[in-house]
């Protein structure tokens, strides 16, 4: 990957053997990035998928084991039908360019969320993609679509009680078992969560998994994100001390 000089001197001061295995990315700011354009929300969510590719594609260079990007939540049906329907038009379009690349280099795609909202073409597009790309072992591309976490946490408690139901699993229940039943099953908690768009917010996004992220927000609106930025993001991950409630040992 040919990368600009100022980007080759943040990615040499960094340790390659700190970057963080599972990042987890809440895309805010398309609209805005428009609007102060004077263009339609639309071409913010076009230009914030040519961040995606480009993000995507620099994650993997960098080694990442996990991507998670929240693509649209389950409040964002409150937005208007015209709105939603560019924005569910996204996922096939994306797929449809990425997915050789994908396959390629090994990446493997999941959707986090419920699809049995989304309209039958993005349920489609996700199929083929989970489908092309299920035997791969690289990077793990988790798009959340049509998610929330509470709406995770109630699909997890259901499962799991009818299962207990049907005697298929036994009480006790603990954080294990219950992460298993999680939307996100198998894959480890976001090292580092970033927030675009300056808001300094949740959103109800991974709510549970968040529990001991380290969390980065910048107000870089998400089309305007950049190698740059997310080097520093991880640069400034690197300087902090995870304790998970120790004492600094320092
Ligand atoms: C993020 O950008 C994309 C989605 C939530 C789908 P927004 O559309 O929320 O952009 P702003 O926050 O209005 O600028
Ligand atoms: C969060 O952005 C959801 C996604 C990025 C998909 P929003 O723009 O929907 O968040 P709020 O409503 O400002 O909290
Ligand atoms: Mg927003």
């Given at each position: ?56 594609r ?31 038009g ?14 390629k280099?090994?990446?493997r ?71 298993s ?10 090292d ?59």
């Open positions: 990957m040919q990368l600009k000089p100022q980007e080759e001197e943040i990615l040499q001061q960094l340790d390659r053997r700190r970057i963080p295995a599972h990042l987890a990315i809440i895309m805010d700011g398309n609209g805005r990035w428009a609007r102060e354009r004077g263009l339609p929300r639309s071409v913010g969510h076009r230009q914030g998928v040519e961040t995606v590719r480009q993000t995507v620099f994650c993997d260079y960098l080694g990442l084991k996990a991507l998670t990007l929240f693509a649209f939540s389950t409040e964002n049906w409150s937005r208007p039908a015209a709105e939603i329907d560019f924005l569910m996204l996922p096939e379009q994306y797929l449809q360019t990425e997915l050789p690349e994908l396959v280099n090994n990446v795609v999941n959707l986090l969320g419920d699809p049995e909202r989304l309209p039958a073409q993005v349920q489609k597009a996700i199929d083929e993609g989970l489908s092309a790309t299920k035997k791969n072992s690289g990077m793990a591309l988790n798009f959340a679509l049509n998610y929330g976490a509470r709406a995770e946490i109630i699909r997890a408690v259901q499962a799991l009680a009818g299962d207990l139901q049907r005697g298929k699993i036994e009480l006790p229940i603990d954080e294990k078992l219950f992460d039943y999680l939307d996100t099953a198998g894959l480890p908690d976001p580092l969560l970033i927030r675009t768009g300056g808001e300094y917010r949740i959103s109800n996004f991974l709510l549970w998994q968040v529990a001991y992220s380290e969390l980065w927000f910048t107000p870089v609106y998400w089309p305007d994100f950049n190698r740059q930025h997310l080097l520093r993001a991880i640069a400034d991950f690197q300087q902090r001390e995870r304790r998970y409630g120790r004492i600094s040992p320092k």
